[in-house]
């Protein structure tokens, strides 16, 4: 008893084989085998869209889905660069246009504690700002800014795929360009997508405000003027001259920023 005939739409595949697809994901897209695929495509006079031996980017479902557009970006970041700019043009969308091309995580670092881990109680609007924003960019140690998940598409089809259809895929991927965790792999981007750049910085604008609405001194911070002033011209007659004639040491350096709040 012979296999069963798997019917392949012959359109469907003349339309993927035309975009540039090769049969492995032919067959996943039209659910049959790559060897029906090879079959059909032969039968219609097609050539192959990838030669033996050759390869393209290697798509791993468990790979990090930033580290794996990053590694990508050589072969397809002139279709990503250009649709970029010509969706700035048109909607003036900084947000989308700057992480398309991949914003990496911040790097980790260690701060040293300062003059905002005040008490409660006796907290200002400038603390809690200082506060709010140090918690944001903790947050940001942990995501990634990325194109959208039609860039899987693009990397599968970038060397012989149709230029309109490349042109096509770089759009959504900016259209839909967003942040995604470190460590969420391809596999979930590609089912769940990334999270909007607005929704983003409204979740950050929330958390100001009630942070802001708690704080128990409803004013911000004077300046302290006169301490800087003091700190700026302190001098331990040790360190290097600046331009202004000024000794510049690790200390007084310290105890400037220490001064106005860093």
């Not at 903790?138 to 599968?156: N, Q």
């Amino acid at each position: 008893m012979g296999r069963p005939c798997t019917i392949v739409s012959e359109t469907k595949l003349r339309e993927l084989h035309k975009q540039g697809f090769t049969d492995q994901i032919i067959a996943l897209k039209l659910k049959t085998s790559r060897a029906t695929i090879a079959r059909r495509r032969q039968q219609l006079g097609l050539k192959p869209n990838r030669e033996v031996g050759e390869r393209g980017i290697a798509i791993k479902e468990e790979e990090a889905y930033w580290l794996l557009v990053r590694r990508s970006l050589p072969h397809i970041g002139r279709y990503l660069q250009e649709a970029a700019h010509d969706y700035y043009e048109e909607t003036g969308d900084w947000d989308r246009y700057f992480i398309t091309m991949v914003l990496e995580p911040k790097a980790m670092f260690h701060p040293m504690p300062g003059p905002y881990a005040a008490d409660p109680n006796k907290m200002n609007w400038k603390n809690t700002k200082y506060i709010t924003d140090f918690e944001q960019m903790i947050d940001h140690v942990g995501l990634a800014g990325v194109p959208g998940p039609a860039v899987l598409e693009l990397m599968r089809i970038y060397k012989k795929g149709d230029l309109n259809f490349c042109k096509e895929l770089a759009r959504q991927a900016v259209e839909t360009a967003g942040f995604v965790r470190v460590d969420s792999m391809v596999l979930s981007v590609a089912a769940y997508g990334c999270m909007p750049p607005e929704k983003y910085r409204e979740y950050w604008e929330e958390q100001q405000l009630i942070a802001m609405d708690w704080t128990p001194i409803k004013h911000w911070g004077e300046k302290k003027k006169t301490i800087i002033k003091t700190f700026a011209n302190y001098s331990s007659g040790t360190g290097k001259k600046s331009k202004t004639g000024r000794i510049r040491t690790i200390e007084n350096t310290q105890a400037f920023l220490g001064a106005i709040g860093y």
